[in-house]
């Protein structure tokens, strides 16, 4: 059974339109994340939430929202959607500690057109 | 900060034959190293991680990595590839970043399996 879920597996939005994934988990985890990761890319860290608190990658784009409503539900807001980002976007979790395996979703594939 | 690199963009081998994918990781501290594969249109499945002790690691599926601390190095290793492990690896490392613990992953080595 799948424990990272992340909905909906491909989503197409238009240019500015706002667009919301969302990434539901069963493994009550502490630490929810989100990755970018662009065609023949590594993935690159957005934000993650340990619990409530909300951290913020340095080079995120202000572009890109977080929230966490609770501790199974994540979603990630494009405010407005560029022609750039048009990627896949991995969620994962972790229980807490850095020693812990991440777990993540099978991600979800945006277009831009 | 952290930093993780991977040589290799593609490689190429044949079904039996062994494996080698090379990482060479930065980081001030000792680090914990992983190992991640992806399929197409997949997420990452963890293979194997290091922490401490043993620096030679199993990891599922028969990959096994090891740890060299002189060559800042965390290379994994197959002893007879199956074509189903033609996926993309990722070795990544976690550090301690702006935020507290971050994974801080490699470019990537796709690796293509010949009949």
């Known amino acids: 059974d799948a424990m990272v879920i992340q909905n909906p597996r491909y989503q197409v939005t238009q240019f500015g339109k706002p667009v919301t994934l969302s990434c539901s988990q069963t493994l009550n985890h502490n630490v929810m994340y989100w990755y970018q990761q662009k065609s023949s890319q590594a993935p690159k860290l957005l934000f993650h939430y340990y619990d409530k608190d909300f951290n913020n990658e340095a080079d995120t784009p202000d572009n890109f929202q977080s929230r966490r409503p609770n501790t199974s539900f994540c979603f990630l807001d494009i405010r407005s959607p560029g022609l750039g980002d048009a990627a896949m976007y991995l969620c994962?979790?972790?229980?807490?500690?850095?020693?812990?395996?991440?777990?993540f979703g099978s991600g979800t594939q945006l277009s831009v057109l | 900060a952290q930093s993780v690199t991977q040589p290799d963009i593609h490689i190429t081998v044949s079904e039996g034959a062994s494996l080698e994918l090379r990482c060479n990781y930065s980081y001030g501290a000792t680090p914990y190293l992983f190992w991640y594969v992806q399929s197409p249109g997949q997420g990452l499945q963890l293979l194997l991680k290091y922490f401490s002790g043993d620096t030679l690691v199993q990891g599922i599926k028969g990959f096994e990595a090891e740890f060299k601390r002189s060559q800042s190095s965390f290379n994994l290793r197959k002893p007879s590839v199956h074509w189903s492990d033609a996926a993309e690896y990722f070795c990544a490392v976690e550090g301690y970043g702006n935020a507290g613990n971050m994974l801080t992953f490699g470019g990537g080595t796709r690796l293509m399996v010949k009949p």
């Open positions: 994962a979790t972790r229980r807490g500690p850095p020693n812990e395996k991440l777990f």
